[in-house]
């Protein structure tokens, strides 16, 4: 891509395509947004310094008491400031060892914490993969997964399992399964998980990265459940495109080891002063607000659009975080990777950007900005390259080209 504004993309040649990934929720508020331009331009015209030596800077400091402000917590607490979620989760798990003295890491099947260290051996997907070897420090567990069975007393059950060791020193987990196909689990869920993880004296991290600042309908989407983990992380929309991530925890957690993560340019005024601007539209603008509708709406569209479609198992999500589950037979519900592949490839030809996830599942997370006329738009785009794709129109073979994670 040459260019973006807003929700639209613009092609070398000039081709314009709607943007329904948002870079996987990193440019949550569109592209070239007034707000953060204005912001990283008057950070760039006059910096203190690079990173680590602006520690001290207004924007610094000022995006962490944003951030403590906005995550509820009670103690002192410490933000970390990093470059991307990975890092931030990886930060998360290693304090969490530290401070409570316990070896072993519980995680869940099929979910993404990173793509580095610790954070990318906790993460589902590249174990599924084959990008890591398994550690025996860090246990999985079943998410619960409405659409194919696997029920919460399931995954409860593992949990207090692997709890009953008292050797788990923290629990990592996504409120909603992103990555691993975008699950929905049900009401209730993180709180029973939550309640498991005080009885047994271990850390609770709510990885916000790809849908949390507003994208479900609520600022954290760990609110759904009404919950306060002991430790949550961001990173993709806090940085309205630029790399940045953070860390929010008890202090007693994130005080120690000393030195443990330093970035040299973690922290820059250029990024945190972004963080500050995304911020502050998110919460003026009431977008949590906003994606609550907009998903409505697109949820609503994309049911309607796609009835006729016995290749759509499922279309699920919160606000505007959607998934289309795709399948070779609604009654066997078995998944069908092939036609996700070929359905993004021509919605791409048609006009617009989106990936797939878990194998065989649309992701839309759009920009939160995104208008009505946009939605419906888009709702028509989607059905038309799933139809096409289903009816064999897509040449797998030009596909198989641009295919990837």
Avoid at 203 to 211: F, N
Wanted: charged share 15%; hydrophobic share 45%.
């Amino acid at each position: 891509m040459q260019t973006g504004r807003g929700c639209w993309l613009t092609e070398p040649g000039g081709r314009r395509l709607l943007d329904l990934s948002a870079t996987w929720s990193a440019v949550a508020l569109g592209h070239g947004h007034p707000a953060v331009a204005s912001a990283v331009a008057a950070a760039l015209a006059n910096p203190p310094g690079a990173g680590t030596l602006s520690a001290v800077h207004p924007d610094s400091i000022g995006l962490a008491e944003d951030l403590l402000a906005l995550v509820p917590g009670d103690g002192e607490r410490r933000v970390y400031f990093g470059h991307s979620g990975s890092d931030a989760n990886d930060v998360a798990i290693r304090c969490a060892r530290h401070a409570t003295g316990k070896p072993t890491v519980l995680a869940f099947e099929h979910g993404y914490h990173g793509g580095f260290g610790v954070a990318m051996r906790a993460s589902g997907v590249h174990l599924d993969a084959g990008n890591v070897g398994h550690d025996p420090s860090i246990l999985f567990a079943p998410y619960p997964d409405p659409y194919r069975g696997t029920t919460v007393q399931q995954s409860l059950a593992a949990v207090t399992e692997a709890l009953s060791s008292g050797r788990i020193a923290c629990v990592i987990v996504e409120p909603m399964l992103s990555d691993g196909g975008i699950v929905v689990p049900p009401d209730g869920f993180l709180r029973e998980l939550a309640t498991a993880c005080s009885a047994s004296a271990a850390l609770l991290i709510c990885d916000e990265v790809k849908v949390g600042l507003g994208r479900t309908g609520l600022l954290h989407a760990f609110a759904h459940d009404g919950i306060t983990p002991d430790l949550v992380t961001f990173g993709k929309a806090l940085g309205g495109g630029l790399p940045m991530s953070a860390t929010v925890g008890p202090a007693w957690v994130l005080d120690q080891p000393v030195a443990s993560a330093l970035l040299t340019t973690a922290g820059n005024p250029v990024c945190t002063a972004a963080a500050r601007a995304v911020l502050r539209v998110l919460t003026t603008e009431q977008l949590a607000d906003r994606a609550a509708e907009a998903g409505d709406r697109l949820m609503a569209g994309l049911q309607k659009a796609c009835a006729g479609l016995p290749v759509v198992g499922d279309i699920r999500g919160r606000g505007l975080a959607i998934g289309i589950d795709l399948v070779r037979d609604p009654t066997t519900r078995e998944r069908s990777p092939d036609l996700a592949a070929l359905t993004v490839y021509r919605l791409w030809e048609l006009g617009a950007v989106a990936f797939y996830v878990g194998g065989n599942v649309v992701e839309i997370t759009p920009p939160l900005i995104i208008s009505d006329a946009e939605i419906d738009h888009a709702v028509e785009l989607l059905a038309h390259a799933i139809s096409d794709a289903a009816a064999g129109t897509v040449d797998p073979a030009v596909a198989e080209r641009y295919a990837g994670w």
